[in-house]
C-alpha cells in the first residue's frame, strides 16, 4: 500500500517564498493526476493546483494563479509546489492528493483517492 508524504511546510513572512513537496512510497506517480489542496482553520479544504495525467496541464486555483506552479517528476515520484508571493491569506494545511478525476471534477476533493497528512505553511509579519 502506497504513502504519500508532504514536506517543506514553515513559517515564513509576507512575501516569502516556500517549495512544497510530496513523495510517493509504493505507488507510482506516473497513472495519477495530482493534486494541492489546502485547509485554513474553520474553512473547507480548497483546490490550489493540480497536474492532469491525461492531458499534461496544470490548472490553478484563481487565488494562486500567477504565485504559484506544480511540476512532477514521474521517475522520482515526486510532485512539487513553489509558492512565490506569499500572503497571510495562504496560510493553510496543504496537502497532496492523488486520483484520477475526469476533467470537470479535477478541483473537488472527492474525486482524488489518496491524500497525504498534510504541512503548514503559517504566513505572517
Known amino acids: 500500500q502506497g504513502q504519500m508524504v508532504e514536506a517543506g511546510g514553515g513559517s515564513v513572512q509576507p512575501g516569502a517564498s516556500l517549495t512544497l513537496s510530496c513523495t510517493s512510497t509504493?505507488?507510482?506517480?506516473?497513472?495519477?493526476?495530482l493534486a494541492w489542496f489546502r485547509q485554513a482553520p474553520g474553512k473547507d479544504r480548497e483546490f490550489v493546483a493540480a497536474?492532469?495525467?491525461?492531458?499534461?496541464?496544470?490548472y490553478y486555483a484563481d487565488s494562486v494563479k500567477d504565485r504559484f506552479t506544480v511540476s512532477r517528476d514521474n521517475t522520482k515520484n515526486t510532485f512539487t509546489l513553489q509558492m512565490n508571493s506569499l500572503k497571510p491569506e495562504d496560510t493553510a494545511l496543504y496537502s497532496c492528493a492523488a486520483g484520477r478525476p475526469i476533467l470537470s471534477s479535477l478541483r473537488y476533493d472527492t474525486s482524488y483517492n489518496y491524500w497525504g497528512q498534510g504541512t503548514q505553511v503559517t504566513v505572517s509579519s
Open positions: 509504493g505507488r507510482a506517480f506516473s497513472g495519477y493526476t
Open positions: 497536474h492532469n495525467r491525461n492531458n499534461n496541464h496544470k
